[in-house]
């Protein structure tokens, strides 16, 4: 899984390009501390307080295209998948308990929807 990347991924670069030719300003990959450990979303906008997920559907479980592999390994990566799913869960609930606004795109979205829909978050 080391040639599995944790930023950068072409969803994520997709849409921060949209965002920064909509003239907007951002973190990437900027920590956020929510307790006992740090919260790293793809995408920070540190004065809004908006923090922006970019998902791939295989390891967070879309429901439209995630699928748990069958196999001698199933079992590992049900739980695997289950755990990265319930930390996403978690990781939003302890976000906005801190007054974050918290969006989250599939990496299948068109990043000019992703983008609209972060663009509609920052400015109600």
Same mark, same amino acid.
């Given at each position: 899984?080391?040639?599995? %990347? ?35 979303p793809d995408i920070v906008f540190t004065k ?40 996403? %869960? ?35």
């Amino acid at each position: 899984m080391k040639g599995n %990347r944790r930023v950068d991924t072409k969803p994520e670069v997709a849409l921060r390009s949209h965002l920064h030719s909509k003239g907007l300003r951002f973190r990437k990959d900027h920590p956020i501390d929510v307790g006992r450990r740090k919260v790293r979303p793809d995408i920070v906008f540190t004065k809004k307080r908006v923090a922006v997920f970019v998902d791939g559907c295989f390891w967070h479980l879309c429901p439209e295209h995630g699928r748990v592999p069958g196999g001698k390994n199933s079992a590992y990566w049900e739980t695997k998948l289950r755990r990265n799913s319930d930390r996403d %869960r978690l990781d939003t609930q302890r976000l906005e308990d801190r007054g974050w606004q918290v969006v989250r795109v599939w990496e299948h979205e068109p990043p000019e929807a992703a983008a609209e829909l972060v663009v509609r978050r920052l400015n109600p």
